[in-house]
T-cell receptor
Framework: GENVEQHPSTLSVQEGDSAVIKCTYS??????FPWYKQELGKGPQLIID?????GEKKDQRIAVTLNKTAKHFSLHITETQPEDSAVYFC??????????????FGSGTRLSIRP | EAQVTQNPRYLITVTGKKLTVTCSQN?????MSWYRQDPGLGLRQIYY???????DKGDVPEGYKVSRKEKRNFPLILESPSPNQTSLYFC???????????????FGPGTRLTVL
């Protein structure tokens, strides 16, 4: 069945350094790839997403890259700050205009920023 | 304030005692979904609904029921809870621009359920 693998499961970086989280997906029909950030005690919140007709998207310190051939996509956070500490989830879904779309989440990455 | 609310936030119950977790959104979203979050497994979709009276199974529907009688509400029902349903549950909604899960989902604060 559909699967999304996410690595690493934990990541610790020095404040100011960059962090990279990688995901691979199994269903080649997937065409929407969101990233969610979950802070302690809260529900996940979308931070950035990318659709399959785009290879890269950037929003300030956050960027996502997509390689459809290899079925890989990655989250890049530059100049990390303490408030970036959280659990990050990648996901993949198939977008269909006239029918339901399922979404599969990765297992999550706990990112810690060291002062 | 635009939000997704869930109740209760915490619940401890015993095996076999029927329970309902309510979910409500005030954003007029068409798509709603339930997830469970377990350590090392991420978020797994239980059920989703594209609109009123339209529901479908996600990846882990066994032991759960849902209903969508009104656009704003999407309750999760556990008819006979078992210990393996102990988990953190999230409800989410989406405007369904382009199709349900392929758009920004807005998550509720979560319900921590313990089944003894």
């Amino acid at each position: 069945g559909e699967n999304v693998e996410q690595h690493p499961s934990t990541l610790s970086v020095q404040e100011g350094d960059s962090a990279v989280i990688k995901c691979t997906y199994s269903d080649s029909a997937s065409n929407y790839f969101p990233w969610y950030k979950q802070e302690l005690g809260k529900g996940p919140q979308l931070i950035i997403d990318i659709r399959s007709n785009v290879g890269e998207k950037k929003d300030q310190r956050i960027a996502v890259t997509l390689n459809k051939t290899a079925k890989h996509f990655s989250l890049h956070i530059t100049e990390t700050q303490p408030e970036d500490s959280a659990v990050y989830f990648c996901a993949a879904s198939i977008m269909r205009y006239s029918s339901a779309s399922k979404i599969i989440f990765g297992s999550g990455t706990r990112l810690s920023i060291r002062p | 304030e635009a939000q997704v609310t869930q109740n209760p936030r915490y619940l401890i119950t015993v095996t076999g005692k029927k329970l309902t977790v309510t979910c409500s959104q005030n954003m007029n979203h068409e798509y709603m979904s339930w997830y469970r979050q377990d350590p090392g497994l991420g978020l797994r979709q239980i059920y989703y609904s594209m609109n009123v009276e339209v529901t479908d199974k996600g990846d882990v529907p066994e032991g759960y029921k849902v209903s969508r009688k009104e656009k704003r509400n999407f309750p999760l029902i556990l008819e006979s809870p078992s210990p393996n349903q102990t988990s953190l549950y999230f409800c989410a909604s989406s405007p369904q621009v382009g199709g349900g899960a392929s758009d920004t989902q807005y998550f509720g604060p979560g319900t921590r359920l313990t089944v003894l």
